[in-house]
Nanobody, 119 residues
């Protein structure tokens, strides 16, 4: 079973930057999609960015040009670099792995890491 764990959240001022990381317990080279989601209080969880096995990255319109997802299959990590942060980026950020690992379905969420953008 593949497990993922997030780290790197915290408090940052508007306009600042933060990098959060997701570490997987198994090799992620065969995992189809590694993604970052977020959930703000009172709102539904939403997709922020995803990185496919082949290298394609997709972003929510609200973060395009500000966030960058990077997947390192050798280190089994997926990072999210967040620049020009806004108060509306405040949320719990979750790492998600979806695909197949040695024939077993993978649909795994991390515990989440809090990102707060405030002055």
């Amino acid at each position: 079973q593949v497990q993922v764990a997030e780290s790197g959240g915290g408090l940052v001022q508007p306009g600042g930057s933060l990098r959060i990381s997701c570490k997987a317990s198994k090799h992620i080279a065969t995992i189809a999609v590694m993604s970052w989601y977020r959930q703000a209080p009172g709102k539904e969880r939403e997709l922020v960015a995803s990185a496919a096995r082949g290298g394609t990255a997709d972003y929510a319109d609200s973060v395009k040009g500000r966030f960058t997802i990077s997947r390192d299959n050798a280190k089994n990590t997926v990072d999210l670099q967040m620049n020009s942060l806004k108060p509306e980026d405040t949320a719990v950020y979750y790492c998600h792995a979806r695909g197949i690992y040695f024939g077993a379905d993978v649909d795994t969420w991390g515990q989440g890491t809090q990102v707060t953008v405030s002055s």
